[in-house]
DNA sequence: TATAAAACATACAGGTCTGTAGCGTGTCAA
DNA sequence: TTGACACGCTACAGACCTGTATGTTTTATA
């Protein structure tokens, strides 16, 4: 709550919190979820587990708030690149993938946090699961936007295309030969485009 | 190891084990493998716990069981497919994500074994991990052979847009309208294949 | 400077997890 | 009949987990 006085400038950040968010945030990504106990979460970031249960009230909420942190990460990165084609949806595209070929090619790259945690969380219902969610509808939202603005003839369909190729990529590393992620899904992409104007 | 004689006929069925497995792989499935402890699958499977510990030493074990038994699984639904199609590699590809379209529409669906499992192992040399990469090389592989029967100019390339598309289905059940995913499937690959003979 | 909020440190409660030990029972083959 | 072996049952060791309780120290604000 903070109720911070009208006077003052509020310190808007909360240094502890932060840490601990981005501490929990690495270690959740980089080894799963279920695998990191909020033990070594305090320890790694170098506070107090009282501390953790103030700014987090169980687990699952810190597990929720690291998705939403990976969520919005994710949305500023799209948007910084949407800003730059305004004015040609291919392009604007071929952008996306550019940068999401780059970052699936990165040697530790280790999947979509949001695919990889729903993984571990099955049950509906599930606050994880829930950000997740949300995650995959606004991902078809935006690739609804972009296809609207391609000149198809059933724009939700290709939305529904460019959807399964993103998320397609950030389950294949494996298949992925040094450097070929984003020619690959380019042409991938291209050639849905092209099959949905004839 | 069983040292079956040789003049007996040996029981070559398991009961007892074949219970324990088919038990686990519904739990892990279901549930995530994490989330599931050995004593429920014990007692769900109507076993004690030594016989699971005799049949597979570690709970690391009964899991890699588990995901080879989901690709045992896997690929003999496959090449059921396969077996119809030698003389026409376009209809085998079709009939391929007819059922992948089929199998990721469903209500209960809660994606591939494999990369749900590989989520929750991130730390490489895990034996779940080694079963699941094998699993999405023999993609690639299988994916390669059809491409190279489709008359496109770079067949590798083919499996590897084909590979993202079908892992790209497994973990977009949330983007699918009720039985869609067949038809959308299928035309993305239609479209890259075209694509890839122009 | 006085007071309240926030952070720190430590201990622990209560549960769950994997894996093992000990002991009795049924089965089958030599 | 005897020995080997698979199976079942119970109990438990030892580790780890989430979350809380208690008390002290720092920090910021009024």
Redesign the pocket.
């Known amino acids: 709550?903070?109720?911070s006085?009208a006077?003052?400038p509020?310190?808007a950040v909360?240094?502890?919190?932060d840490?601990i968010l981005e501490t929990a945030s690495e270690l959740f990504y980089r080894r799963g979820v279920?695998?990191?106990?909020?033990?070594?979460?305090?320890e790694k970031?170098?506070?107090?587990?009282?501390?953790?249960?103030?700014?987090?009230?169980?687990?699952?909420?810190?597990i929720a708030a690291f998705l939403k942190r990976e969520d919005l990460d994710f949305w500023s990165t799209w948007d910084r690149v949407t800003e730059r084609h305004a004015d040609d949806a291919l392009a604007e595209l071929d952008a996306h993938f550019e940068w999401i070929g780059e970052r699936v090619g990165r040697h530790n790259y280790r999947g979509c946090p949001q695919i990889n945690t729903a993984a571990e969380f099955p049950e509906a219902g599930h606050p994880a699961r829930k950000v997740a969610e949300a995650h995959m509808r606004e991902l078809r939202r935006r690739l609804n936007a972009i296809a609207e603005r391609l000149a198809v003839a059933a724009p939700d369909r290709l939305a529904g295309q460019l959807a399964v190729l993103i998320n397609g990529a950030f389950v294949s590393m494996q298949v992925f030969e040094p450097g070929e992620a984003t020619g690959l899904l380019r042409d991938a992409a291209h050639a849905v485009i092209a099959a949905g104007r004839s």
């Open positions: 709550m903070t109720k006085t006077n003052a509020a310190p909360n240094e502890v919190r840490r279920r695998a990191v106990g909020v033990d070594l979460v305090v970031s170098g506070v107090a587990k009282t501390s953790l249960y103030r700014h987090f009230g169980t687990k699952d909420d810190l």
